[in-house]
């Protein structure tokens, strides 16, 4: 069931970046029912068998990413990095447009998207969990203003994002700032410090959603407490084939 109308897309999980890309073959392209389906020319998206990333320009951002991370999952995102040097890639700090707004652009847009699509179904409230329902709620109550200012402002922030990250060919940032939440936590712990555990789960990769560029999530360690760690790569509009090329390296060396 769909959740939200100009964000919802398709996330695969596999048990490798060869089969991440075998999926996306068979389910890329346009589909004449799908009126969000693009008409891009697909490629064939498995990753060549080379091992190495010679040239290949990481951005490695300054600002908002690296903000309120777990101590494990800072380690392991520096630890990648050096995998990546050491096949060949070069690191390039940049400055990122400001995410946070960006995120809550995102959850006006979210909010406002959900409760129209699932206002037929409110009168049944028992069959939603508090979170959702709470959610839907909120939604209700922007005003349609907002919705289409949140939606203009994120046309400029795409803009923005596409020019700070125009010298680099992808990202590497943390998945999340924590490893992976126990079932049922409603907060975790970050360096001393609570935070809602969704908010937390989401933070780093809701803005990407919003920009509408391709993300691949691939192991990266574990914390601590022996629960697994994800770097997140980010490439431009269309560049899947790159990023599975680049995670594809990374989990070979390891």
């Not at 690296?66 to 995102?77: E, K, N, P, Q, T």
């Not at 990769?205 to 360690?221: F, Q």
Request: glycine share 8%; proline share 6%; net charge negative.
């Amino acid at each position: 069931m769909p959740l939200d109308y100009s964000l919802d897309h398709m996330g695969p999980l596999t048990n490798s970046v060869e089969d991440a890309a075998l999926v996306l073959n068979a389910i890329a392209g346009h589909d004449s029912r799908d009126d969000s389906s693009s008409r891009q020319p697909v490629e064939d998206y498995r990753p060549k068998p080379s091992a190495r990333l010679d040239g290949l320009r990481i951005g490695w951002p300054r600002n908002f990413f690296f903000d309120r991370l777990d101590r494990g999952v800072s380690d392991a995102i520096h630890g990648m990095s050096a995998r990546a040097q050491r096949l060949g890639a070069v690191i390039i700090p940049v400055d990122v447009p400001d995410m946070a707004a960006i995120n809550a652009v995102g959850r006006v847009i979210l909010m406002s998207e959900a409760s129209a699509l699932f206002e037929k179904h409110l009168h049944q409230r028992d069959k939603f969990g508090d979170d959702v329902r709470l959610l839907l709620d909120q939604g209700r109550f922007l005003p349609a203003a907002d919705y289409i200012n949140a939606q203009r402002l994120r046309r400029g922030m795409q803009r923005a994002f596409a020019a700070a990250v125009a010298e680099v060919d992808v990202l590497f940032t943390p998945t999340a700032p924590i490893g992976a939440p126990r079932i049922g936590a409603a907060t975790v712990d970050i360096d001393g410090q609570a935070e809602d555990t969704r908010m937390a789960s989401t933070r780093l990769v809701r803005a990407l959603n919003v920009l509408g560029v391709p993300a691949l999530s691939i192991p990266a360690g574990f914390t601590a407490e022996h629960l697994p760690i994800g770097l997140q790569i980010v490439a431009r509009p269309f560049a899947e084939k790159l990023l599975l090329q680049v995670g594809c390296a990374l989990e070979s060396a390891a």
